[in-house]
């Protein structure tokens, strides 16, 4: 639920369902081929006996065990339209057969790599129970949801996630991933305050279990990222206009660092998690956030109140921060990239990790040649930056 510029404006990028989307045994829409006549009208009307329109005759000849095999062998091979095709006309067209609980769930899973996501959602919807569902029942549920977030209904994906959420007789792995997504698309509705209090109790329950690996560290690192996302939100919201004067100018930096200090905070408790995914993505987001206030501070003129000697003076003051974020975005990026070449990470944020790296060490060089004084760490604390 996507990507742009060295942070992303809402999270498409990042609603990975936590299922895998292997086939089970094997589980499309296949809202089959229609056969549509062409040409010219008859010139007289011919009458015919009645016949059925089967809508793919090229399948009609096949009983669902050859379906399903033909379906099966297709999504192996990654043919994910010839799968929807073979499971879809099963689910259609054999409801007694022992496979067609599998066949529309398999549907599903075709036509959601295919990206058609109300043709997945219509052959999830049949299975989904997420009241009181189990196994696929369950399963089709939060992919009706995640067609829903793919479909901007974000105002039922959530709903529809609550209803999992609040469900006692599940495991709290399902629970926690069910409140997580819910917070994602609360977030995505425009419900900020609604989405971090949903994630935050989230986190609660995590950190209250006495065995975390009850749960996949993907969700509680995915809860963390998005409470960053949110202060990184918040961050971007806070304009800097140096028209409203110094005084105004300072108070609206202070708090604009103080955000980007808090979205960090929860990026860094992210990493901690240790979900290699949501690592790499929360370094990524971290090293964008100083680019960025680097970017706001490098562009923005000198206050009008300020005479030509005060705004040397400011200018050459600013450098030095600016400096000072180049650094620090450099050092995040490098660490970043380390993180993910060792667990062997690839993905968007890695490619865009070493475009934002080659980005700023040409800044940091170009700084350096035109003014010699070095360049201030900027690594304070344990984890090279300052911590919220």
């Not at 929807?84 to 409801?95: C, I, S, V």
């Not at 219509?122 to 696929?136: C, M, V």
């Not at 977030?149 to 959530?158: G, P």
Request: glycine share 8%; aromatic share 8%.
């Amino acid at each position: 639920m996507g990507r742009q510029r060295a942070h992303m404006s809402v999270r498409r990028w990042w609603w990975v369902a936590a299922l895998g989307l292997a086939v089970t045994g094997c589980r499309t829409t296949g809202s089959a081929a229609r056969a549509d006549g062409q040409g010219t009208a008859p010139k007289q009307e011919i009458q015919f006996d009645p016949v059925t329109v089967t809508a793919d005759l090229e399948l009609d000849k096949l009983n669902d065990e050859e379906l399903f095999a033909g379906g099966t062998s297709a999504f192996a091979a990654n043919d994910f339209r010839q799968a929807a095709r073979y499971f879809g006309r099963l689910a259609d067209f054999h409801p007694d057969s022992r496979h067609r609980r599998a066949a529309l769930y398999n549907a599903g899973l075709a036509h959601q790599r295919l990206k058609e996501w109300e043709e997945a959602g219509h052959r999830f919807s049949e299975l989904a129970d997420p009241a009181k569902g189990q196994g696929d029942a369950l399963d089709a549920a939060f992919r009706v949801a995640e067609t829903q977030y793919h479909l901007e209904r974000y105002d039922e994906a959530y709903t529809l996630l609550g209803v999992i959420a609040a469900r006692e007789d599940l495991p709290v792995n399902r629970r926690l991933e069910a409140q997580v997504q819910q917070g994602i698309c609360q977030l995505e509705a425009g419900r900020g305050e609604e989405a971090e209090k949903t994630l935050r109790k989230a986190l609660s329950t995590y950190d209250a279990l006495t065995d975390k690996d009850e749960v996949d560290d993907y969700f509680p690192a995915q809860a963390h990222f998005f409470v960053g996302e949110i202060y990184r939100l918040h961050y971007e919201n806070v304009k800097l206009d140096p028209a409203k004067g110094t005084d105004k100018l300072a108070e609206d930096l202070n708090y604009k660092a103080e955000l980007l200090l808090s979205a960090q905070g929860h990026y860094l408790r992210s990493i901690r998690v240790g979900n290699g995914y949501w690592a790499t993505a929360a370094g990524a987001q971290i090293g964008a956030l100083y680019e960025n206030l680097y970017e706001h501070m490098v562009n923005s003129p000198a206050p009008s109140e300020l005479n030509a000697e005060e705004a040397q003076v400011y200018r050459q003051e600013l450098r030095k921060k600016i400096r000072v974020l180049i650094t620090k975005s450099i050092n995040i990026y490098e660490r970043t990239l380390e993180t993910a070449e060792r667990i062997g990470s690839q993905s968007a944020f890695v490619d865009r990790t070493r475009e934002s790296l080659a980005r700023m060490k040409a800044l940091l060089l170009a700084d350096a040649e035109g003014e010699p004084t070095p360049a201030p760490s900027g690594t304070e604390g344990t984890d090279g930056e300052p911590h919220s």
